[in-house]
């Protein structure tokens, strides 16, 4: 698959994607319309959650894929510091961690391609450094954008190429490690907090269906639109909160 194609299908999928958070988004405040205030129509007044709703998802998606093709890095480097060990030039290295990552990943992977691309701009004699802080800055990932910056000065410096390349890769594998224990420990308070943020919604519905004349008189007036109106805010915002105590860097 040629790059443009590879490219057209990405910006598909995320077209898609941003399709489905906004779709998220509606139904979201639909729900929140018809429990909180019985109706439909105060939507409009609640859709700027839809682009609330739109953005976090779109955040979410970010850090994920920095995560995934944080992981394809390392693999790729790691790769290149193989072919270095039997002898390949630095240049070369990377044409064969090209083919190690097609095995692993497919010929349309976006780390295979971002290589491939490494390696066509090789064979017009760039520099590798002015290539990796390209690819560095494209990627928007912390540790490649390090590991860029101390390759262009290991090189200028005559450091220890091949030093560098491993230790890139056992940071990387490192920080992976560290990250998959702490999303092991906190994987359970992350299914509480998704609990926890239904069971407003799910208490109202119950009142809704077993005690509906206790919960009547919230709808339909303005003392219960206000009422609502500050249990809905509250709702949204200690969810919001909630999110972002469960979510650890590192």
Same mark, same amino acid.
């Given at each position: 698959?040629? &790059?443009?194609?590879?490219?057209?299908?990405?910006?598909?999928?995320?077209?898609?994607?941003?399709?489905?958070?906004?779709?998220?988004? =509606?139904?979201?405040?639909?729900?929140?319309?018809?429990?909180?205030?019985?109706?439909?129509?105060?939507?409009?007044? &609640?859709?700027?959650?839809?682009?609330?709703?739109?953005?976090?998802?779109? @955040?979410?998606?970010?850090?994920?894929?920095? !995560?995934?093709? @944080? !992981?394809?890095? !390392?693999?790729?480097?790691?790769?290149?510091?193989?072919?270095?060990?039997?002898?390949?030039?630095?240049?070369?290295?990377?044409?064969?961690?090209?083919?190690?990552?097609?095995?692993?990943?497919?010929?349309?992977?976006?780390?295979?391609?971002?290589? @491939?691309?490494?390696?066509?701009?090789?064979?017009?004699?760039?520099?590798?450094?002015?290539?990796?802080?390209?690819?560095?800055?494209?990627? !928007?990932?912390?540790? %490649?954008?390090?590991?860029?910056?101390?390759?262009?000065?290991?090189?200028?410096?005559?450091?220890? &190429?091949?030093?560098?390349?491993?230790?890139?890769?056992?940071?990387?594998?490192?920080?992976?490690?560290?990250?998959?224990?702490?999303?092991?420990?906190?994987?359970? @308070?992350?299914?509480?907090?998704?609990?926890?943020?239904? =069971?407003?919604?799910? %208490?109202?519905?119950?009142?809704?269906?077993?005690?509906?004349?206790?919960?009547?008189?919230?709808?339909?007036? =303005?003392?219960?639109?206000?009422?609502?109106?500050?249990?809905?805010?509250?709702?949204?915002?200690?969810?919001?909160?909630?999110?972002? =105590?469960?979510?650890?860097?590192?």
């Amino acid at each position: 698959m040629c &790059l443009t194609e590879q490219r057209s299908l990405k910006l598909q999928g995320l077209v898609n994607g941003n399709e489905r958070y906004i779709l998220e988004g =509606i139904i979201i405040v639909l729900i929140a319309a018809y429990i909180f205030y019985e109706n439909v129509f105060m939507a409009v007044i &609640l859709s700027p959650y839809v682009y609330i709703h739109y953005r976090q998802r779109i @955040k979410e998606r970010i850090v994920h894929d920095k !995560k995934n093709f @944080k !992981k394809k890095f !390392k693999d790729g480097i790691i790769a290149v510091s193989f072919a270095l060990n039997v002898g390949y030039s630095i240049e070369n290295a990377f044409g064969q961690a090209v083919d190690e990552l097609t095995l692993m990943y497919g010929d349309d992977s976006d780390i295979v391609v971002k290589f @491939k691309l490494i390696v066509i701009r090789l064979g017009q004699n760039e520099n590798l450094e002015d290539i990796l802080d390209d690819f560095a800055e494209e990627s !928007k990932v912390e540790d %490649i954008m390090y590991f860029a910056e101390i390759f262009r000065y290991a090189k200028r410096s005559g450091g220890d &190429l091949m030093a560098v390349i491993k230790n890139t890769a056992q940071i990387i594998q490192q920080k992976e490690e560290v990250m998959s224990e702490v999303d092991t420990i906190i994987s359970g @308070k992350k299914m509480e907090q998704r609990v926890m943020s239904l =069971i407003p919604a799910v %208490i109202v519905i119950y009142l809704k269906v077993t005690a509906k004349e206790f919960i009547q008189p919230l709808y339909g007036n =303005i003392a219960g639109i206000i009422i609502m109106t500050v249990c809905l805010a509250v709702y949204v915002v200690s969810d919001m909160w909630a999110k972002r =105590i469960v979510n650890i860097e590192v």
